[in-house]
């Protein structure tokens, strides 16, 4: 693992146990393991979904803001922690025909987000994110 790697992790990690962890919901959903690797990462040959590669990054990064009734809560962009629900507000940030000029990945990198930058290009997350649009934003 490269030093890089091991940086971008702790960082991820150190995000959610600041201001991430909303420990009054209980544990959290087991996900279903679709190919990424520890840390959110896909490999290179793996499919990317909403499901099992996406919602989790962004229940454990957007939503403690992106809910009703939180910071973000009147926002177009809601989390409610169903996937099929959560599946649909993404879908409306996402841009099939230009795939890196997604809004979601925009907001993600802090461009145009009043939460700052949750994972800058390049990161695991957001290169995750951006291989889930590419492949089409399969549920």
């Known amino acids: 693992m490269t030093s890089e790697r091991r940086v971008g992790i702790a960082f991820v990690l150190l995000a959610a146990l600041v201001g991430c962890a909303d420990f009054s919901r209980g544990p959290a959903a087991v996900a279903v ?8 990462a896909v490999g290179p040959d793996a499919a990317v979904s909403f499901a099992a590669d996406v919602h989790g990054i962004l229940i454990g990064s957007c939503q403690r803001c992106h809910a009703s009734g939180g910071e973000a809560g009147d926002t177009t962009f809601l989390l409610t922690g169903d996937a099929a629900a959560d599946l649909a507000a993404a879908t409306l940030f996402v841009d099939l025909n230009a795939p890196a000029s ?3 990945l925009a907001k993600m990198a802090g461009r145009g ?3 700052g930058t949750l994972f800058a290009a390049g990161t695991p997350e957001y290169e995750t994110v951006l291989m889930w649009i590419q492949e089409g934003a399969r549920p």
């Not at 393991?33 to 959110?40: I, L, V």
């Open 33 to 40: 393991d679709g190919g990424a690797g520890e840390g959110g």
């Open 102 to 104: 997604s809004r979601l």
């Open 113 to 115: 987000h009043g939460g």
